[in-house]
């Protein structure tokens, strides 16, 4: 299991967020899990997603699928979203 941590801004949260909870059986079927949900307090359209994965692996397919990667930019995407993939060593 692997603890991801993505940040990306986006144009309109709420606008965002439809699209993003409807993706949630995409994210399902390839064990994604969602932990926790953030905006930043000075803006509320600077995102951070903290999720869990079976492996580093099953993540970056699913990142890197063309029609998520369209999904994204439709969302509303801003940028380049920032991601790190990382092991517990320490609970």
């Known amino acids: ?4 941590i993505v940040q990306h801004e986006v144009r309109d949260f709420a606008d965002w967020k439809k699209l993003f909870d409807a993706d949630e059986p995409n994210r399902a079927s390839v064990g994604v899990k969602l ?4 905006t ?8 951070t997603m903290i999720f869990t994965a079976p492996d580093a692996g099953s993540f970056e397919v699913m990142m890197s699928d063309p029609k ?7 969302a509303g995407v801003i940028g380049v979203p920032s991601a790190r993939i ?3 060593v320490k609970s």
């Open 68 to 74: 998520r990667q369209e999904a994204i930019k439709e």
């Open 40 to 47: 930043s307090v000075g803006n509320p359209n600077d995102v």
């Open 35 to 38: 932990e926790g949900l953030y």
């Open 86 to 88: 990382l092991n517990q």
């Open 1 to 4: 299991m692997v603890t991801v």
